[in-house]
T-cell receptor, first 109, second 117 residues
Framework: AQRVTQPEKLLSVFKGAPVELKCNYS??????LFWYVQYSRQRLQLLLR??SRESIKGFTADLNKGETSFHLKKPFAQEEDSAMYYC???????????FGTGTRLKVLA | NAGVMQNPRHLVRRRGQEARLRCSPM?????VYWYRQLPEEGLKFMVY????????ESGMPKERFSAEFPKEGPSILRIQQVVRGDSAAYFC???????????????FGPGTRLTVL
């Protein structure tokens, strides 16, 4: 069965420090992976998807099929990055997004 | 475009009552998805609908739960005879295009928090 694992419930970093939010998945085929973000009192919104290969708000994520990972990275964290981050997976031919349990990122001043 | 709208935002029901959750997709979106989030868990897929059709309801409990997306009006998630275990946040998402296409990005509503007393 497909599964998405985000091992950290909470990640605290200081402003200006690098950030890496971990996401591992299990799926034997070719997945599509996403990162969604939920800022305080706002709705869940798409941050980036791996097929776009783009950087949004300084964040990047690379799909590593060998390690079945899709970690989210940013070289210098900012206070406004504090939010809940969810990794999600979908597979060709299905309609379901499978979400991880989320990681709360706190960027400290 | 106001985004995906869900109402009510908070709903309190007593055990045995019915809960009706509404979702208005973004303008021009004909694909609707419902997810449930239990405390300390990620969002779990429940059902995928297109206008007037249920495409995939494999994530929905077989009893007491139903969903519809009529030709006119919002999508409705209906829970009959609610139990305490139904207490959760229910999220709706919509997309303009078919899954697996370049227009399949899901846009989420703010959610409805259901509390069953």
């Amino acid at each position: 069965a497909q599964r998405v694992t985000q091992p950290e419930k909470l990640l605290s970093v200081f402003k200006g420090a690098p950030v890496e939010l971990k996401c591992n998945y299990s799926y034997s085929g070719s997945p599509e992976l996403f990162w969604y973000v939920q800022y305080s009192r706002q709705r869940l919104q798409l941050l980036l998807r791996h097929i776009s290969r783009e950087s949004i708000k300084g964040f990047t994520a690379d799909l590593n099929k060998g390690e079945t990972s899709f970690h989210l990275k940013k070289p210098f964290a900012q206070e406004e990055d504090s939010a809940m981050y969810y990794c999600a997976l979908t597979t060709s031919g299905t309609y379901k997004y499978i979400f991880g349990t989320g990681t709360r990122l706190k960027v400290l001043a | 475009n106001a985004g995906v709208m869900q109402n009510p935002r908070h709903l309190v029901r007593r055990r045995g009552q019915e809960a009706r959750l509404r979702c208005s997709p973004m303008k021009g979106h004909s694909h609707v998805y419902w997810y449930r989030q239990l405390p300390e868990e990620g969002l779990k897929f429940m059902v995928y609908l297109q206008k007037e059709n249920i495409i995939d309801e494999s994530g929905m409990p077989k009893e007491r739960f139903s969903a519809e997306f009529p030709k006119e009006g919002p999508s409705i998630l209906r829970i009959q005879q609610v139990v305490r275990g139904d207490s959760a946040a229910y999220f709706c998402a919509s997309s303009p295009g078919q899954p697996g296409t370049s227009t399949d990005t899901q846009y989420f509503g703010p959610g409805t928090r259901l509390t069953v007393l």
